[in-house]
């Protein structure tokens, strides 16, 4: 199902307001060297507002390059808890007093997210490549059983050559 573009924009903003409040976490509780290079880093909603105003970014572009933050930022708060630098619990409170929602429930889990991707057997697009991506170079990662690796490098090979081949 196509989703109008006023849809669209709707979702931009509320993955926006995502990246804006983990942006405020780490200005605001984090050490501030990570928080500058993390600002530095991010393109602003105006900036992103912007390129579409001038049709230099599609909607469906300005989406998946919010979502694909969101996404770095999962991993990010997850590689946290694994190297003793536990600041998931912190965030997931912060955005819970900010917002009044949970985080999950916002942005998706990523675990949640790669299984649907894997049940539907096809990777859809490059957001949904790079998580996979992600997931397939951590040694850590439960998302998957060793069994089910090979079925996920062949997903991977075959979104490989579907952008190869244009």
Request: with cysteine; proline share 1%; aromatic share 10%.
């Amino acid at each position: 199902m196509r989703r109008t573009k006023e849809e669209m924009l709707q979702e931009f903003h509320r993955l926006y307001d995502i990246i804006e409040t983990y942006e405020e976490f780490l200005v605001t509780q984090m050490d501030t060297e990570e928080a500058a290079e993390y600002v530095d880093d991010t393109i602003s909603r105006q900036q992103m507002l912007t390129a579409l105003e001038r049709n230099e970014l599609t909607l469906s572009e300005a989406v998946s390059g919010v979502r694909q933050a969101i996404n770095d930022n999962n991993f990010d708060l997850a590689d946290s808890v694994n190297c003793d630098d536990d600041h998931l619990s912190d965030f997931l409170n912060f955005y819970k007093t900010r917002t009044g929602r949970t985080y999950y429930d916002d942005a998706g889990c990523v675990k949640n997210m790669a299984r649907a991707i894997f049940g539907r057997g096809k990777i859809a697009d490059d957001t949904e490549y790079y998580l996979m991506k992600e997931i397939l170079i951590d040694t850590a990662q439960t998302v998957f059983e060793p069994k089910e690796m090979k079925s996920l490098n062949l997903m991977m090979a075959n979104y490989e050559d579907t952008v190869a081949k244009g």
